[in-house]
């Protein structure tokens, strides 16, 4: 299964599990957005990229309410 994350998709599990592949859970996916999120913040700040970055913090505040 993919999962759109800030324009991207990340692969979430496929199918049914087998038995010793465990699913995500959603604070897995939470704490991964939020990772892919910080790190997009910090490059958007580094490129001077103004509205992108807007707009990440924007969503990241999204996320923490």
Same mark, same amino acid.
């Given at each position: 299964?993919?999962?759109?994350?800030?324009?991207? +998709? &990340?692969?979430?599990?496929? *199918?049914?599990? *087998?038995? &010793?592949?465990?699913?995500? &859970?959603?604070?897995?996916? +939470?704490?991964?957005?939020?990772?892919?999120?910080?790190?997009?913040? /910090? $490059?958007?700040?580094?490129?001077?990229?103004?509205?992108?970055? $807007?707009?990440?913090?924007?969503?990241?505040?999204?996320?923490? /309410?």
């Amino acid at each position: 299964m993919l999962l759109r994350i800030s324009g991207r +998709y &990340t692969d979430v599990g496929a *199918g049914s599990p *087998g038995p &010793t592949a465990s699913v995500p &859970t959603a604070e897995d996916i +939470y704490k991964k957005a939020i990772e892919r999120l910080d790190f997009a913040i /910090a $490059e958007f700040q580094e490129m001077k990229m103004q509205p992108s970055l $807007e707009r990440a913090l924007r969503h990241k505040g999204l996320l923490k /309410a």
